[in-house]
């Protein structure tokens, strides 16, 4: 069946460093991929996406390049912010009519 | 712009009461969907709705009922309320269905934590 698989949390990272959350995913057919942020106290938001193989997608610093060879879509930022700490979520939603959603990986930047 | 409004935002139950979880959404969306988040677990989609008046079963649907009435509200619905069932309840909407041609944007509201003793 179709799943995601995000590396584990929390990660803790200091300001300005650089940032990899990996994302692995088994799917049939050709899934689109996307990136979801949870901000403290809040619902989850669209990140960012990618709908076929090589797209790269990116929003707000943050970039992620759909890998088919890997099955993966990691999510990198090159110098993160304190306001970047919230729980990052990889998704997939293929013709099987269900968006599923990792585990989640929580990222706390300290100043 | 509301968005996506859930309410409660909390609620403390003992095992065996029910209750009602309201979404209303103000975007004029075909799709809604109810989740539940558990630590180390993602989101789990529970139930949904691809418009007014349908409704079909997620992943973990067992426990839980919904109604689509209007298509701007969607109700999840507890009758027996079980410690299961602890957990942080989100509603989301979206313009096209999950799948072929999806573009991926689900709009999700704040939350809602239930507690169940």
């Known amino acids: 069946g179709n799943s995601v698989t995000q590396m584990e949390g929390p990660v803790t990272l200091s300001e300005e460093a650089f940032l990899t959350i990996n994302c692995t995913y088994t799917?049939?057919?050709?899934?689109?991929l996307f990136w979801y942020v949870q901000y403290p106290g809040e619902g989850l938001q669209l990140l960012l996406k990618?709908?076929?193989?090589?797209d790269k997608g990116s929003n707000k610093g943050f970039e992620a390049t759909y890998r088919k060879e890997t099955t993966s879509f990691h999510l990198e930022k090159g110098s993160v912010q304190v306001s970047d700490s919230a729980v990052y979520f990889c998704?997939?939603?293929?013709?099987?009519?269900?968006?599923?959603f990792g585990q989640g990986t929580e990222l706390s930047v300290k100043p | 712009n509301a968005g996506v409004t859930q309410t409660p935002k909390f609620r403390v139950l003992k095992t065996g009461q029910s209750m009602t979880l309201l979404c209303a959404q103000d975007m004029n969306h075909e799709y809604m969907y109810w989740y539940r988040q558990d630590p180390g677990m993602g989101l789990r989609l529970i139930h949904y709705?691809?418009?007014?008046?349908?409704?079909a079963k997620g992943e973990v649907p067992d426990g839980y009922n919904v109604s689509r009435l209007k298509k701007q509200n969607f109700l999840l619905g507890l009758e027996s309320a079980a410690p299961s069932q602890t957990s942080v309840y989100f509603c989301a909407s979206s313009y096209t269905p999950l799948g072929g041609g999806y573009t991926g944007e689900l709009f999700f509201g704040e939350g809602s934590r239930l507690t169940v003793l």
């Open positions: 799917a049939t057919g050709y899934p689109s």
């Open positions: 709705s691809v418009g007014e008046g349908t409704t």
């Open positions: 990618a709908t076929k193989a090589d």
């Open positions: 998704a997939l939603g293929n013709q099987g009519g269900k968006l599923i």
